[in-house]
């Protein structure tokens, strides 16, 4: 089954503006998240973040691409932010923006 993956504009945008190589490593990390669905937490592609917020992440050179995203509905995933890491650990305002993201489209 596959999953569908719901995104604004600001997504794709953060897509096109990656070099090429990058781009089709996060097109293929997201094609996982539609292909695995729930079961993608297992993997080390994901981690969960806090709240029903997690982290899609992959490895492109020395560069790390992240997805924010929550489950939306029964077979549906909801992208909030996006971005590229190249410290070890995810920036706390980063986080916090995903959640606030996250948060304000639930209420609607």
């Known amino acids: 089954m596959a ?29 996982r998240l539609q292909h695995y669905g729930l079961d993608i937490g297992k993997t080390s592609w994901a981690a969960y ?25 029964a077979n549906e995933f909801t992208i909030v932010h996006a971005y590229k890491k190249k410290s070890n650990r995810t920036p706390k305002k980063v986080r916090d923006y995903a959640l606030k993201q996250m948060r304000q489209l639930k209420e609607r």
């Open 49 to 73: 973040i806090d709240d029903g917020l997690w982290e899609l992440r992959v490895r492109w050179q020395r560069v790390w691409i992240r997805f924010f995203y929550f489950r939306s509905g």
């Open 3 to 31: 999953w569908m993956i719901k995104a604004g504009p600001q997504i794709q945008e953060f897509i096109d503006g990656l070099s090429d190589d990058e781009q089709h490593k996060a097109r293929w990390v997201l094609e």
